[in-house]
């Protein structure tokens, strides 16, 4: 029997990687931020000189990272590369501009396919990101697409930033989005869109808990849970 998958896919800023860690606890599933194996290689490259322009040395740094993903003692996400704790380090604007550089180079994905295939894992799996229900899990029973309005995806991202007292333009922050999808969206190798069979949410005017319990949902019906 094949493990069962679900996959969360979706914009920068829609809440994909919220929504997929709080039902991955809910479920008791394993759980795949993919969007974070990309900001490893961004932060990898930077780290040890390797341009975004050279896309053979990028895979071959992608195939050879050293990451181990775990959990602090309240459940936060920690993700240690090459025995340094970059949790932090590679959740700035400017880790999330260069991994969405290296995202669009096809030897990269593809050096990444199948580190990101091997997280299927019983009891089962939920996997965020831009292509998980497009391409790397195609097969998967339960494939969402997240979304929301690139206003409203800025607002939520200066309203994180400012938590962590970090002071940036909510104009420079929209901007960045905007560039963001178009660079996703537009490259031609696994373009973000919505896999044909995918259920759509728009989350612009819905809270965390919503989405999630309407996702849950979905996946008790399927798996009879």
Not at 22 to 28: E, K, M, T
Not at 48 to 60: D, Q, Y
Not at 135 to 163: G, I, P
Request: with cysteine; net charge negative.
């Amino acid at each position: 029997m094949t493990t069962p998958v679900l996959t969360i896919d979706g914009p920068s800023g829609s809440g994909k990687g919220t929504i997929a860690r709080q039902v991955s606890i809910a479920l008791g599933w394993h759980l795949l931020d993919s969007g974070a194996l990309y900001r490893l290689v961004g932060l990898a490259s930077a780290k040890k000189g390797v341009s975004t322009e050279i896309p053979g040395e990028l895979a071959e740094l992608a195939r050879h990272m050293n990451v181990r993903f775990g959990s602090d003692e309240q459940g936060n996400e920690r993700i240690w590369l090459d025995g340094e704790e970059v949790s932090a380090q590679i959740r700035t604007e400017k880790a999330g501009e260069r991994a969405s550089i290296v995202a669009s180079i096809p030897a990269v994905r593809e050096a990444l396919l199948q580190f990101q295939r091997d997280c299927r894992k019983a009891p089962g799996l939920v996997a965020d990101g831009r292509d998980m229900g497009t391409q790397v899990f195609a097969d998967a029973e339960l494939k969402v697409f997240l979304t929301a309005s690139a206003e409203e995806r800025a607002k939520r991202r200066h309203k994180q930033l400012n938590d962590k007292g970090i002071d940036v333009s909510l104009a420079a922050l929209s901007r960045d989005i905007e560039d963001r999808d178009r660079r996703d969206s537009q490259r031609t190798v696994a373009p973000l869109t919505p896999a044909e069979d995918a259920r759509l949410i728009d989350s612009s005017d819905l809270s965390i808990d919503d989405v999630t319990e309407l996702v849950l949902g979905w996946a008790r019906e399927i798996w009879e849970m």
